[in-house]
């Protein structure tokens, strides 16, 4: 984020609050930390910090608390000499990592919410406002965009545990502060894995590359193979028990034999659609970028994500279902603050519901509201 001086003399507020909360020592714990590389992006500077290494907790929170960076992450890798240059860190070995976004997960709200504001004249319809001032582009995330991602995150960790056989202990499930959620898998297993073996994980949750046919769905030259026609195999191990399970969810009447018999009926392109629609419902919209790289550098768990003032909240693995990131996450508190709000959709966050405001129009705001809104880029401190 650059910034004006002014803009930079405003943010120092917000930036102060992020100093407080690290002042507060949350809960931040990092497996092997003395072996991770550390980095940051400060407040109105361009550039990222990065490269640096810490002995223990306290240390990393001193600093945590003296900067206060507006994002904080730390390698994947574990290194030798974490603080050397990339070339002499001396890698030895990665947590197997997994970025889930509200933009990938196919979420029923269509997960495109884009913005665009004027700092004079706010909600801006079409390319620009025209008055000459700035116009900023915000990209938005509602309640349901982040129930498209965790629907995926719950695909994501259970094929883990089940299939992958990752012990629960070894998972660390994290809010992203934003659109989504980070999985990070610490394990002996996995760590020594190199960037072709993460590819291949990849392939298999995305279903890249899977076909069905070569388990024995679908047809040869119109008539149904043996697979489509049998018994449902709901205990088959991987692909094969999770593709029968979503055909018998569609197409059971109530026995076993209705299922079989159903899809003898179809024509071969019907089978083939519904194959198609199962395995895309079963398939984990992940980043593969994000996997595949064995030099990532992840936000720091517990570490607030500079884009909202939230914190990049731990997610306990029996909270999957139930944890509510526009609430558990909020981690800002202060007085109110006065911010010229230029538009905001209606949202709900740390239990309080906003309104839609066709801004621009001054007003006080909780401080957890307004740091959330200036950050975004929809408000503006007074
Ligand atoms: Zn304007
Ligand atoms: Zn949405």
Redesign the pocket.
């Known amino acids: 984020m650059e910034a004006t001086k002014s803009e930079a003399k405003r943010l120092e507020v917000i930036r102060s609050l992020f100093s407080q909360y690290y002042r507060s020592r949350p809960p931040i714990r990092v497996t092997s930390l003395e072996q991770r590389e550390f980095g940051y992006w400060e407040f109105s500077k361009p550039t990222m910090v990065r490269h640096l290494a810490f002995r223990s907790i306290d240390d990393l929170l001193v600093t945590l608390a003296r900067v206060a960076p507006l994002h904080a992450y730390r390698s994947s890798a574990y290194f030798t000499y974490p603080s050397a240059p990339m070339e002499e860190k001396g890698w030895l070995g990665a947590d197997l990592v997994f970025d889930i976004d509200a933009d990938h997960a196919d979420p029923p709200c269509g997960g495109h919410h884009v913005f665009r504001v004027?700092?004079?004249?706010?909600l801006?319809e079409g390319e620009?406002?025209?008055?000459?001032?700035k116009?900023v582009e915000v990209d938005w995330v509602c309640e349901r965009c982040l129930e498209g991602a965790r629907r995926e995150l719950i695909k994501l960790v259970e094929l883990l545990l089940g299939e992958f056989g990752v012990r629960e202990e070894d998972v660390e499930v994290n809010f992203s502060g934003n659109r989504g959620f980070h999985v990070v898998v610490d394990s002996s297993e996995l760590r020594d894995l190199d960037q072709q073996g993460r590819r291949e994980i990849v392939q298999y949750l995305t279903a890249e590359g899977l076909a069905p046919e070569a388990m024995g769905f679908g047809s040869v030259r119109g008539r149904p193979r043996r697979a489509t026609a049998g018994e449902p195999e709901l205990d088959a191990y991987g692909w094969r028990g999770r593709i029968w399970r979503r055909i018998y969810a569609r197409l059971s009447t109530g026995t076993d034999e209705d299922v079989g018999s159903a899809l003898a009926r179809m024509r071969p392109s019907e089978v083939r659609r519904l194959l198609d629609e199962v395995v895309r419902e079963e398939s984990v919209k992940i980043d593969p970028v994000v996997t595949a790289d064995v030099h990532r550098l992840v936000r720091l768990s517990e570490s607030l994500n500079g884009k909202t003032g939230l914190a990049v909240r731990r997610v306990p693995l029996e909270r999957l279902h139930d944890f509510d990131p526009f609430d558990e996450a909020v981690a800002i508190r202060g007085r109110p603050m006065r911010v010229k709000v230029l538009y905001s959709p209606g949202f709900r966050l740390g239990g309080l519901e906003f309104q839609e405001v066709h801004g621009p129009v001054v007003t006080e705001l909780p401080a957890h509201a307004a740091v959330y809104l200036v950050l975004k880029g929809l408000a503006v401190l007074e």
Request: proline share 0%; with cysteine.
């Open positions: 004027c700092t004079e004249h706010g801006v620009s406002c025209g008055c000459g001032a116009t």
